[in-house]
Structure formats: C-alpha cells, structure tokens
C-alpha cells in the first residue's frame, strides 16, 4: 500500500465549479499534514496546511479525519489558475527527524 | 531573490557519465533536502542535512553521494549516470530539522532536469 494515495485525476472542471480532492494515508502516526500545489514543470509550493479542526483559506477548504487517515481539499468557485497537480502530503518522525511523505498528486484542469 | 537555487536546470549527459547539481539557499535554514520526482510524479526524499550533517539517507543507491560544504550548499553528485536516473531532482530547505509543522515547511528549489541518454 502506498504510504499516501491520491485520485490522479485529471479533473476537468468548468470555471465556477466546485472540486473535492481526496487523499488517504498509511501512517497512523503522522503529525502534520499539507497540501502542496505544483505547476507544469515548476516545484511544490505550500497551498496549505490541514489542521484536525478544518480550516479555510479563500476559496480553499481542507479537513483531516484522524481516525479514517482521509485528508480532504475543497476548492469552490474555481479559476483557470487554480489549474495545476495537488499533492497531499503527510509527515512521517523516523529515526528522530521529520520527513515530508508525497502523494503522487491529483491533477486539475480548469476549462472557460 | 531566489530562496533555494539550483544548478543546472536542465542536464542531459550520457549514461555511466558522473555529473554533480549543485544547490544554495539564502533563507538562512538550517536543514536542506534532496528529492527525486520520476515520471511517475511521486517526490521521494533522498537525502537530508542539517548543519552539514547527514540526518536522513533514505535508500539510495551509493552512485548518488551529497555534499554540504557549508549549512547553506548542498550538493549533489551522480556517479555512473543509468537510464533510470533521469528524473526531475529539487533541493530543498527548512529552518528546523525535527518538526515539520504549517510554521516550519519545506521551501523548493526550481528543480533539475536530468535526462541520461
């Protein structure tokens, strides 16, 4: 099993819909979690970070489910911007120091 | 002003060829990463330093050996280039080694093209 899975996608969506990614993970004992936006051949950049309680940021929604290891991300509205691969992304404490576990990423295509 | 700086962007050598990228950050962090995107897009880690210290070695064949001369430089050497080896690789850096929380994340380098012909 993968340590982080993903939908690979792609999802095409029209401007102004609403898409739900989601993503499962392995490790019961991962402490952070992330979602990262990467561009057509650019790097992972922070969108943002997934906190127990859910959080918001704009247009962005993401929720994390401890006990079913599920971690969400929601986009309302979205923009041809928006178009790009999410990568869910969990922290993994071995041997004393933080690693950052990627998903391969759930790829978003935002059509006029 | 580029965070996390790498060189080069692309690369296209030969196979058994050995090559080095080399990476900088100016942010001023402590620990510095390398990862490895492959076609299949999944981003593992290989390496991380803090202080010039090796902290992670994740299974890596011996071919790619890091160097970090200073707490800003981290660089990368490639023995023996195979076909395999083509992939995307970023560096990385992050100010703490131990927590990776929303205040402390990973920043990205652009990435370095390698394709091994």
């Known amino acids: 099993r993968k340590e982080v899975e993903q939908d690979p996608g792609p999802f095409n969506v029209p401007e102004g819909a609403t898409v739900a990614f989601n993503c499962t993970y392995s490790n019961s004992a991962s402490q952070s979690f992330f979602w990262y936006r990467q561009d057509c051949r650019k790097e992972p950049k922070l969108l943002m970070s997934?906190?127990?309680s859910g959080n918001e940021d704009g247009r962005f929604t993401a929720q994390l489910n401890r006990a079913s290891q599920y971690i969400s991300l929601l986009i309302r509205d979205s923009k041809l911007s928006d178009s790009a691969t999410y990568l869910c992304?969990?922290?993994?404490?071995?041997?004393?120091?933080?690693?950052?576990?990627f998903g391969a990423g759930t790829r978003l295509a935002v059509h006029p | 002003d580029t965070a996390v700086s790498q060189t080069p962007k692309y690369l296209v050598t030969q196979m058994g060829n050995d090559k080095s990228i080399k990476c900088e950050q100016n942010?001023?962090?402590?620990?510095m990463y390398w990862y490895k995107q492959d076609s299949k897009k999944f981003l593992k880690i290989m390496f991380s330093?803090?202080?010039?210290?090796?902290?992670i070695n994740e299974t890596v064949p011996n071919r790619f050996s890091p160097k970090s001369p200073d707490k800003a430089h981290l660089n990368l050497h490639i023995n023996s280039l195979e076909l395999g080896d083509s992939a995307v690789y970023f560096c990385a850096s992050s100010q703490e080694r131990r927590r990776l929380y929303s205040g402390n994340t990973i920043y990205f380098g652009e990435g370095s093209w390698l394709t091994v012909v």
């Open positions: 942010l001023g962090h402590d620990t």
């Open positions: 330093y803090n202080n010039k210290e090796l902290i």
């Open positions: 997934v906190y127990s």
């Open positions: 992304v969990v922290t993994d404490f071995s041997g004393g120091y933080n690693k950052l576990i």
